[in-house]
Nanobody, 119 residues
């Protein structure tokens, strides 16, 4: 099994910054993609940012220019640097990772970390 553990959420004022981290552990052979999703109260989950093994990162239009996704392949870790935060960024942020362990594909989710932006 592959487990994901997120950290870095919290309460911040509008205009502030937070950096989320997600570490994948387990018998991982390779990781194809790592992504951050968020789900605000009463809303559907949405993709925030994604980074694949080759190619440039993708971002939701609502976070372009403010959020940056990065990855440390050696540590199986993905980060989300969030700047100029807005109250509408308030949500539970979840990490998703897809790849291979042994000869099996995996698609794993973390438990999520709460981000609250006050106005």
């Amino acid at each position: 099994q592959v487990q994901l553990v997120e950290s870095g959420g919290g309460l911040v004022q509008a205009g502030g910054s937070l950096k989320l981290s997600c570490v994948a552990s387990g018998n991982i052979s390779s990781i194809n993609a790592m992504a951050w999703y968020r789900q605000a109260h009463g809303k559907q989950r949405e993709l925030v940012a994604r980074i694949i093994s080759s190619g440039r990162p993708d971002y939701a239009d609502s976070v372009k220019g403010r959020f940056t996704i990065s990855r440390d392949s050696a540590k199986n870790t993905v980060y989300l640097q969030m700047n100029s935060l807005k109250p509408e960024d308030t949500a539970v942020y979840c990490c998703n990772t897809q790849g291979w362990y042994a000869l099996n594909p995996f698609d794993s989710w973390g438990q999520g970390t709460q981000v609250t932006v006050s106005s």
